[in-house]
């Protein structure tokens, strides 16, 4: 299911399906005479990167191989799925290994549980799009960034796979000035900030009196 997600995010993103096996998809992208591959990967296991780099050049197609810019501006995003989030950190040096390994394609390890694969059933790249830029979804994942959900994937997905484009919602800006009054509103120290305004910038004793007050407050606010 992931790996149908992520080749659906390429295509949305120009780039054209070549050629296909049981574990590697080869994209191409060209825009005039520059071209971008990209190969998506299943692993079944953590391999070394010698052995991705090996594996990705033996099963690409002869137009690949032939290119010059083939292996220079290829990404190799490989999918690995884990047990359990918590996994990452034994396999996290070697995870690390394979993307910092200079040689032949830019690599990309997407770990995933079977969890999140489930929370993405029946999702497009559009839905991918939504779940990233919901506030809301991103308090949860915030609060528990090892929990599965439909955030947690969306969220390495862009990450592990930085070449593709979020779309931004176009808002109309708010003046700084307006977006601290309403902060300050709803933490209600709306008092407090008209004595700042209006304190003399000379006066010693009314600021350690203000700073008083403010250190009061924040004890007051802390939960026993």
Do not use: W
Not at 18 to 24: F, I, K, P
Not at 86 to 104: C, G, M, Q, S
Not at 186 to 200: A, F, I, N, R
């Amino acid at each position: 299911m992931l790996k149908r997600i992520i080749s659906n995010a390429l295509t949305e993103q120009d780039f054209s399906l070549v050629h296909e096996s049981e574990q590697s998809s080869y994209f191409l992208r060209l825009h005039g005479e520059a071209a971008r591959f990209a190969i998506l990967y299943e692993m079944t296991e953590l391999q070394p990167p010698e052995a991705l780099n090996e594996t990705a050049s033996l099963g690409a197609p002869k137009e690949f191989v032939e290119h010059p810019a083939f292996k220079k501006n290829c990404d190799l995003i490989c999918l690995l799925k884990l047990d359990k989030l918590a996994k990452f950190k034994e396999l996290e040096n070697r995870i690390f290994a394979i993307e910092e390994d200079a040689y032949h394609y830019k690599k990309y390890v997407l770990y995933y549980t079977k969890e999140e694969e489930d929370c993405l059933a029946g999702f497009e790249f559009a839905d991918l799009l939504r779940t990233i830029s919901d506030k809301s979804q991103f308090d949860s994942y915030k609060n528990s960034p090892l929990s599965s959900s439909t955030y947690s994937i969306a969220a390495k997905i862009f990450i592990k796979i930085p070449f593709l484009i979020l779309s931004h919602e176009k808002r109309e800006l708010v003046p700084l000035k307006l977006q601290a009054e309403a902060a300050i509103a709803e933490s209600e120290l709306t008092e407090l900030y008209k004595k700042v305004q209006d304190l003399p910038e000379t006066d010693d004793v009314a600021t350690d009196d203000l700073i008083k007050e403010l250190m009061k407050n924040e004890l007051e606010n802390i939960p026993n």
